[in-house]
């Protein structure tokens, strides 16, 4: 999937949308509401995007529900409605997360993985927590593992590293990382470390500008850059930044920006709400209307600018721009 050229995605995406149309009983109810029928979907520019709102409010699959194998919930803060994100197969998602992150970075057995995601393991059906899980597991390092509270240990495994050959990835929510940063240990860098934050305050902390956050975690952990990975629990495939929340597209994705007031606007801006093509999710729907906010730079690459006004915090919501 990580091979497809302009053309072929084009042609996958445009089959998707019939498949989907026919299999997907949402989807299906939301283009009948919406007075679309299938035949006439003949480009990508024509394909409907789901409201991400629909992962709350019903059960979004191809075939019968209970056929699916997991199920990943989003986290949420206490008496919100949670996404829910049923999954074919576990294993396809999780060699899928291995591919673009090694697409990126290289392979997972050059690295230690050290998982900072309290709150997410403190709860089950974190698709997060998951991809973190199999990340530790191959990279093959008896020093990869997941870190609560412990802030001291994590430290201090980070410090025994230091002088090692391996790179090291440090990932971590983004209020955890903030915690670390303020918890007046000291810390020395080191060349091989890779801080990444996925986002997420929980209603631990303030929301803060993007800059704010990396300028602090770049003082504390003595690096030139903060990485970061953009992910949702609607989607399998990942996003990732490694400077300035500066995101590259992998090959299996799709961005196109609509208009802020129109959700029905065509979806060709610089700026603006962001849908996401997402191929890998051919077995719910690829389709999605996302509440975040969007730019090009002139590179090419794409940042997150933060949440509609009236959209709900998610768990791993974004650094507001």
Same mark, same amino acid.
């Given at each position: 999937?990580?091979?497809?050229?302009? *053309?072929?995605?084009?042609?996958?995406?445009?089959?998707?949308?019939?498949?989907?149309?026919?299999?997907?009983?949402?989807?299906?109810?939301?283009?009948?509401?919406?007075?679309?029928?299938?035949?006439?979907?003949?480009?990508?520019?024509?394909?409907?995007?789901?409201?991400?709102?629909?992962?709350?409010?019903?059960?979004?699959?191809?075939?019968?529900?209970? @056929?699916? @194998?997991?199920?990943?919930?989003?986290?949420?803060?206490?008496?919100?409605?949670?996404?829910?994100?049923?999954?074919?197969?576990?294993?396809?998602?999780?060699?899928?997360?291995?591919?673009?992150?090694?697409?990126?970075?290289?392979?997972?057995? *050059?690295?230690?993985?050290?998982?900072?995601?309290?709150?997410?393991?403190?709860?089950?059906?974190?698709?997060?927590?998951?991809?973190?899980?199999?990340?530790?597991?191959?990279?093959?390092?008896?020093?990869?593992?997941?870190?609560?509270?412990?802030?001291?240990?994590?430290?201090?495994?980070?410090?025994?590293?230091? @002088?090692?050959?391996?790179?090291?990835?440090?990932?971590?929510?983004?209020?955890?990382?903030?915690?670390?940063?303020?918890?007046?240990?000291?810390?020395?860098?080191?060349?091989?470390?890779?801080?990444?934050?996925?986002?997420?305050?929980?209603?631990?902390?303030?929301?803060?500008?993007?800059?704010?956050?990396?300028?602090?975690?770049?003082?504390?952990?003595?690096?030139?850059?903060?990485?970061?990975?953009?992910?949702?629990?609607?989607?399998? @495939?990942?996003?990732?930044?490694?400077?300035?929340?500066?995101?590259?597209?992998?090959?299996?994705?799709?961005?196109?920006?609509? *208009?802020?007031?129109?959700?029905?606007?065509?979806?060709?801006?610089?700026?603006?709400?962001?849908?996401?093509?997402?191929?890998?999710?051919?077995?719910?729907?690829?389709?999605?209307?996302?509440?975040?906010?969007?730019?090009? *730079?002139?590179?090419?690459?794409?940042?997150?600018?933060?949440?509609?006004?009236?959209?709900?915090?998610?768990?791993?919501?974004?650094?507001?721009?």
């Amino acid at each position: 999937m990580e091979t497809l050229t302009l *053309d072929h995605f084009d042609d996958f995406a445009l089959e998707l949308a019939q498949f989907q149309a026919q299999n997907n009983p949402i989807y299906a109810a939301y283009l009948k509401a919406r007075k679309i029928h299938p035949t006439s979907i003949q480009k990508v520019e024509d394909i409907p995007f789901l409201p991400i709102q629909f992962f709350k409010d019903s059960l979004i699959y191809c075939g019968k529900p209970n @056929s699916a @194998s997991q199920v990943y919930s989003s986290s949420g803060t206490t008496g919100m409605i949670t996404s829910k994100h049923l999954i074919w197969s576990e294993e396809f998602y999780l060699n899928h997360a291995q591919q673009l992150f090694e697409k990126a970075y290289g392979p997972l057995s *050059d690295f230690h993985v050290l998982a900072l995601l309290p709150a997410y393991l403190e709860r089950p059906g974190s698709s997060l927590v998951a991809m973190a899980s199999h990340f530790i597991k191959e990279s093959k390092s008896e020093a990869s593992g997941f870190y609560l509270y412990n802030q001291q240990e994590l430290l201090h495994q980070l410090a025994t590293l230091a @002088s090692g050959s391996r790179k090291v990835l440090l990932l971590g929510v983004t209020f955890a990382l903030l915690d670390l940063a303020e918890s007046k240990e000291s810390f020395e860098g080191f060349p091989n470390l890779i801080v990444m934050e996925t986002g997420g305050m929980k209603g631990r902390r303030k929301e803060m500008i993007r800059e704010e956050v990396h300028e602090q975690l770049c003082a504390f952990f003595k690096v030139d850059s903060i990485h970061s990975e953009y992910g949702m629990t609607e989607l399998l @495939s990942q996003v990732y930044s490694k400077e300035k929340g500066k995101y590259l597209v992998p090959t299996c994705m799709r961005v196109v920006l609509r *208009d802020l007031n129109d959700p029905f606007s065509p979806a060709s801006r610089s700026q603006g709400g962001i849908n996401l093509i997402d191929l890998a999710n051919f077995h719910s729907c690829a389709f999605i209307e996302t509440q975040d906010i969007g730019k090009w *730079d002139e590179n090419g690459f794409l940042e997150v600018l933060g949440r509609f006004d009236h959209s709900e915090l998610r768990g791993c919501n974004l650094l507001v721009q």
